[in-house]
């Protein structure tokens, strides 16, 4: 949602996360950190904050909006956007490459977690905040929530009589499936198809994470189903058919900043949770949609633009 390693770090900043990671300090009237989940205790206000993305408009978009939100509460940020897909970001949280992502519930808590079973939002959010890395923590989510999904033209669902996910399978043996070259290997992806709903597709096509290439495939039918975000206004202007569900497959998946917990002062908490209590899916939708206007606006002015709006700026 390609592989780029991060660059190393010093040894002593290594030394000094690690410490963190276990709750550790090398001054002991200093506040310890909470071992992962929720953040607990006195944490000091961090003097920076390096905010990073994933590779995709969404993931950016809702970064410059963390950020925004940091600076306007006189913390200090740098940005580090359109790192990678969260193989290679997550471990970005951990080497000091980053502090804080913006994330989705449920393809994280499969990342960290392969068996997870959860699907509703509540029970993904406290399944997450458990199978968390000591040295991390997650605030609170959003109801705000951008799954992905099979998606297809309207004509190959008038075609075959498409609905679900399920009514695939009778043809999957004339399917070419595009999505990011991850899916193939994620719960809910490639495996989470054979597994929920016995679906094998002819063909696999590596593309993007639901942009251009995704998007383009699909309107040239040179893939007949795609791995699509579902808050992407690219579904609405091309007229394409979302398959449902009925087996989740796709977990709940709201908005969620996680960052280091070393970092979450209650400044830096009350900043990033005052955006998720503002942030809903119809809202995440109008930004995703004036983010993709013709006029191509940058993510830092759609992103400030909202912040004033909703007042956190």
């Not at 994330?103 to 509540?122: F, R």
Request: charged share 20%.
């Amino acid at each position: 949602m390609m592989k780029r390693v991060f660059a190393g770090v010093a040894t002593a900043v290594v030394a000094a996360l690690t410490m963190t990671a276990c709750g550790g300090s090398s001054d002991p009237t200093a506040p310890q950190q909470p071992a992962g989940g929720t953040s607990t205790g006195n944490v000091a206000k961090p003097s920076k904050v390096i905010v990073g993305s994933a590779n995709f408009p969404e993931s950016a978009l809702l970064a410059e909006i963390y950020a925004g939100a940091l600076s306007a509460k006189g913390i200090t940020v740098e940005k580090k956007l359109n790192i990678g897909n969260r193989e290679t970001y997550f471990p970005g949280l951990s080497d000091g490459s980053i502090d804080l992502i913006p994330e989705y519930t449920g393809v994280l808590l499969q990342h960290i977690n392969k068996t997870a079973t959860e699907s509703s939002a509540e029970d993904v959010y406290t399944a997450l905040q458990k199978a968390l890395p000591p040295n991390l923590t997650v605030l609170d989510k959003s109801s705000a929530e951008d799954k992905d999904a099979i998606v297809v033209t309207k004509a190959t669902a008038d075609k075959w009589s498409l609905k679900s996910i399920a009514d695939l399978k009778s043809h999957a043996g004339e399917v070419t499936f595009g999505g990011p070259p991850e899916i193939q290997r994620r719960p809910d992806g490639l495996p989470g198809f054979k597994k929920n709903y016995d679906i094998e597709f002819k063909e696999f096509k590596s593309l993007d994470a639901g942009g251009p290439l995704t998007i383009n495939a699909l309107k040239t039918d040179a893939v007949q189903a795609a791995d699509v975000f579902t808050t992407d206004p690219s579904i609405t202007v091309n007229n394409f058919v979302v398959l449902d569900d009925p087996k989740n497959n796709f977990a709940a998946q709201n908005v969620v900043p996680v960052i280091v917990a070393a970092k979450a002062s209650s400044e830096v908490k009350d900043a990033l949770n005052a955006v998720s209590k503002k942030l809903d899916t119809k809202t995440l939708i109008d930004l995703m949609t004036k983010l993709s206007a013709p006029d191509k606006p940058d993510a830092s002015k759609v992103a400030a633009d909202w912040l004033a709006t909703a007042g956190l700026k």
